[in-house]
């Protein structure tokens, strides 16, 4: 039941409508759009932390979408997809509509359905992991993720810090991962390196750089600060390229400068969406 190669985008493309068509659906219905926004990227931020144990380290699973030509690449773009589209869009949409239990397990059944789906057609490939996993822990997943939109509405201060570091991390992720498609950073103990180390460093150095920001910037966000924090970030930098652990064409830390710049300034505006009330 192999579907060619050529075919292998169409069922994610198909997938990445309905979830897309669901998230606009929930967001017009949401009577309260930005704590829903800040619900869905740490709905992101918990599947991407999920992912990193299970596919980044453990080599759980691959994903075959086929839309990119460096196959690495292109199972790292179906995992994105998987993990801060389908499962995610899926779970606001239960937080948002307070489905219960019956939906939950629905939900985590098609999903499970999808994945059995996906391995019988091969575009999906299962090394360790198998679909009752999946089948077993997405209803925990919907369960805290339901939960976490009502401590976002109670305003807990812990789950306040964590969802201004998810809004942070899952930004850093996904522009890190664009810029390693451009060629313009490479993370990896040796000359040459895999994309895999690539992958398991790149996230490290993520949840490093936005722990360092979100709590340097949550209690003060002046131009000082935010200045100091640039300069720390940039030797960060500096002290991964010695000790030859982050790569830049032509070995000039500088051209990482746009990046940090434009995280410091997302950075304080996540802290206005998150800490300011309406």
Do not use: C
Request: net charge positive; glycine share 2%; no cysteine.
């Amino acid at each position: 039941m192999r579907l060619q190669k050529k075919y292998h985008k169409y069922p994610y493309l198909l997938l990445l409508f309905i979830h897309s068509s669901l998230l606009i659906y929930t967001f017009l219905k949401s009577k309260n759009r930005k704590r829903t926004f800040i619900a869905l990227i740490s709905n992101i931020g918990m599947a991407y932390i999920f992912e990193y144990f299970t596919y980044n380290i453990f080599k759980a699973y691959r994903y075959k979408p086929a839309l990119l030509k460096n196959k690495s690449l292109d199972s790292i773009l179906g995992a994105i997809f998987s993990q801060a589209i389908f499962i995610p869009f899926t779970a606001l949409y239960i937080s948002v509509f307070h489905l219960g239990w019956k939906f939950k397990l629905l939900a985590s059944l098609y999903f499970a359905s999808i994945e059995h789906l996906f391995v019988r057609l091969d575009i999906y490939k299962h090394y360790w992991w198998k679909t009752i996993y999946t089948l077993t822990l997405l209803p925990v997943y919907f369960s805290i993720t339901s939960k976490w939109d009502e401590l976002l509405k109670k305003r807990n201060p812990v789950i306040l810090f964590v969802s201004y570091f998810n809004l942070i991390l899952v930004t850093s992720v996904n522009l890190l991962f664009f810029l390693s498609i451009l060629g313009k950073v490479r993370f990896g103990f040796r000359r040459f390196t895999s994309w895999r180390e690539h992958f398991i460093l790149m996230p490290l150095y993520s949840i490093l750089m936005g722990l360092f920001t979100a709590q340097t910037l949550k209690e003060k966000s002046t131009f000082l600060f935010n200045v100091k924090s640039l300069f720390y970030r940039l030797l960060l930098d500096w002290l991964m390229v010695k000790i030859k652990i982050l790569k830049f064409p032509k070995k000039n830390v500088l051209l990482n400068l746009p990046y940090h710049v434009l995280m410091l300034l997302l950075a304080n505006f996540y802290k206005s969406l998150v800490y300011k009330r309406k």
